[in-house]
């Protein structure tokens, strides 16, 4: 079963389509790439995902609840990291984490055992009492993976995660969203514009101009385009299209 | 319902923390109003002679007569620093932690309303315990009775500041806020002077000031400071907190949100291309 359907999604703003009749699927336990170059679509998408910007038309289901019927349960099943960091600094982490949780509506109870239990499986126990502000990029990203894992979703949105982290923070980073599609069976949706973060078992999507020009695995991706490497595809496919 | 609970005490406890972190945002809150309490009535006490009209049942001192206009003022000041916050909030994406909530969004809006009330009136139980020192001492009984009124208060200044935000582009606009809306709600109503003493003035003037629902605000907790109950006064206060809430929840735009964010990543990525 896959955690995101997304059917015959255009957007438009104003008279200018942004998005138009977009379909594709996330599956469960693995990591699908989102690629476009900036001006895509894609943090448009992910406006569309997350509930900010209403459905106009197409139908997006996340784990089978559909997005514009019942907004409520499908949020419950998504978890979010925003390209701009939405912590907030003067509060630990701890603090953050327990705001998230009421506002999922947990119980004092059950949300300190869910941080519990989530901060030790990232490993940041020993930062619990930090105030945010003291932490650095990398591991201000992982207290927001850490939140968006609080209520145990089936999906997991990352908006351009990446950005302005460091190699190596990038590379850690990645292997992390790895292992919790390996360990806990969940979708993530990953939007980039880096290919170096891609893995061989990803899924790739490739937008441009609000169009999806490639859907698929890697392999089957370079099949179609005569085993050319993603790099050379990813150019072939955007800028034949801004041409 | 439960749910609903956990998520007003998560966004109280929140706005609290944030609240005791800022220390210096209570020292200003409270700054204000004492400079016009031991400066400005000092100045103008002999100025402004005040007969006997109710909630008072004998003459009293300008100092006397202020202090429900200044707490009003702290009232007004908090309801449009919320908006404030609303909107950097807006523009620095954290809002959209809130709105990603499965929680009916009219929910979080009212109970961010409801902790920034609360936190308002925190400070002005702090002022009202100074001016208490400084001799200006109503009913014990009557800084209790005050509580609902300066609720309702600090809820329909906070719908009022809720509304606004949604019209403010961006932060730099507030400013205009401070003059177009703070000012003017403020010197034109029953704060300072009684409206009977602007009656005498100007009779346009004090027409404004009875129609400022600010002016009816400011007469609610004087009344109930002092023990009485002003009906019109709550009616007016009651219907436009009504009124300001419905129309800041119906103009609220997550879209907004997000294009405001999307706009500051783009721009964030333009820096990061130079």
């Given at each position: 079963m896959n955690a995101l359907e997304v059917s015959d999604v255009s957007f438009s703003y104003g008279a200018r389509e942004v998005l138009h009749a977009l379909s594709f699927s996330c599956p469960k336990g693995r990591l699908t790439a989102l690629l476009g170059p900036n001006g895509a679509g894609k943090t448009t998408l992910i406006s569309l995902l997350t509930c900010l910007f209403p459905i106009q038309k197409g139908q997006i289901h996340v784990s089978e609840h559909d997005l514009s019927r019942t907004p409520r349960l499908a949020l419950r099943e998504l978890g979010v990291v925003f390209q701009q960091s939405t912590l907030d600094?003067?509060?630990s982490v701890e603090q953050n984490l327990r705001y998230h949780a009421s506002l999922h509506g947990f119980s004092p109870t059950d949300a300190k055992q869910r941080i519990n239990d989530e901060l030790a499986r990232q490993h940041l126990s020993d930062r619990r009492h930090d105030k945010v502000r003291l932490l650095n990029g990398g591991h201000r990203r992982r207290v927001e993976i850490t939140r968006a894992l609080l209520h145990n979703p089936r999906l997991l949105l990352l908006d351009e995660a990446s950005v302005g982290l460091d190699p190596a923070s990038r590379q850690a980073l990645q292997a992390h969203l790895r292992s919790l599609c390996a360990e806990r069976d969940i979708a993530v949706l990953s939007t980039t514009h880096l290919l170096d973060e891609i893995g061989p078992e990803d899924h790739v999507l490739i937008l441009n101009q609000g169009a999806l020009v490639a859907n698929g695995s890697i392999a089957a991706i370079q099949a179609q385009y005569q085993q050319q490497s993603l790099p050379q595809i990813f150019a072939q496919l955007t800028q034949k299209e801004a041409l | 319902m439960k749910a609903y609970w956990y998520c007003l005490s998560g966004i109280f406890f929140r706005e609290w923390l944030r609240f005791w972190q800022q220390r210096t945002r209570l020292l200003s809150a409270l700054v204000r109003p004492l400079l016009w309490l031991i400066v400005f009535a000092s100045g103008f006490r002999a100025a402004l002679g005040i007969a006997?009209?109710?909630?008072?049942?004998t003459y009293i001192t300008y100092e006397t007569y202020i202090v429900p206009g200044l707490v009003c003022m702290i009232l007004l000041f908090n309801g449009m620093q919320s908006s404030l916050s609303m909107v950097y909030d807006r523009e620095m994406g954290s809002m959209r932690i809130l709105l990603t909530s499965p929680q009916p969004r009219s929910l979080l809006l009212i109970c961010k309303l409801m902790a920034s009330a609360c936190i308002s009136i925190v400070q002005v139980y702090i002022f009202l315990a100074i001016t208490w020192v400084y001799g200006v001492q109503p009913p014990w009984l009557g800084l209790l009775s005050a509580l609902p009124a300066l609720f309702m208060v600090a809820l329909m200044l906070g719908a009022s500041g809720l509304l606004l935000s949604n019209g403010i582009r961006q932060l730099e606009n507030f400013a205009g806020v401070m003059n177009f809306v703070i000012f003017p709600l403020f010197f034109l109503s029953?704060?300072?002077?009684p409206l009977w003493k602007m009656q005498e003035a100007s009779l346009w003037l004090y027409w404004i000031c009875l129609i400022n629902p600010f002016s009816h605000a400011v007469e609610l907790v004087r009344y109930a400071l002092y023990l009485q109950f002003n009906g019109s006064a709550l009616l007016v206060c009651a219907a436009t907190t009504l009124i300001c809430l419905i129309l800041a929840v119906l103009t609220f735009s997550p879209k907004r949100t997000s294009l405001r964010s999307a706009n500051a990543n783009n721009s964030h990525d333009k820096r990061a291309a130079l």
């Open positions: 600094l003067d509060l | 006997i009209i109710a909630p008072y049942d029953s704060a300072l002077y």
